[in-house]
Nanobody
Framework: QVQLVESGGGLVQAGGSLRLSCAAS????????MAWFRQAPGKEREFVVA????????DYADSVKGRFTISRDNAKSTMYLQMNSLKPEDTAVYVC????????????????WGQGTQVTVSS
């Protein structure tokens, strides 16, 4: 299992930006596909975006396309999520996850999860 720690969450006004980070340790980071999921109060966890182990392939949920950008730095064992044009409906706990495969976005494929970081967007 790879250990994951998120950071960068906070309170921001609608239209603002935040950059989340997910630091990995314990295993070879470049062997893992990575993803961000989010869970709002009273709702199920939902997929946000995934990135392949090389960083060459990404897939975004329709709700964040054009506003969020995922990236990874395998040398630093860290994944990032740049979130722009934030909306109140983006308010959630954002969790990073790792899957021992080239690329996936299927939640059940992810065996390692972080604790999450809170993102709150005020209107």
């Amino acid at each position: 299992q790879v250990q994951l720690v998120e950071s960068g969450g906070g309170l921001v006004q609608a239209g603002g930006s935040l950059r989340l980070s997910c630091a990995a340790s314990g295993r070879t980071f470049s062997n893992y596909a990575m993803a961000w999921f989010r869970q709002a109060p009273g709702k199920e966890r939902e997929f946000v975006v995934a990135i392949s182990w090389s960083g060459s392939r990404t897939d975004y949920a329709d709700s964040v396309k054009g506003r969020f950008t995922i990236s990874r730095d395998n040398a630093k064992s860290t994944m990032y999520l740049q979130m722009n044009s934030l909306k109140p409906e983006d308010t959630a706990v954002y969790v990073c996850a790792a899957a021992r495969t080239r690329f996936t976005w299927t939640q059940s494929d992810f065996g390692s999860w972080g604790q999450g970081t809170q993102v709150t967007v005020s209107s």
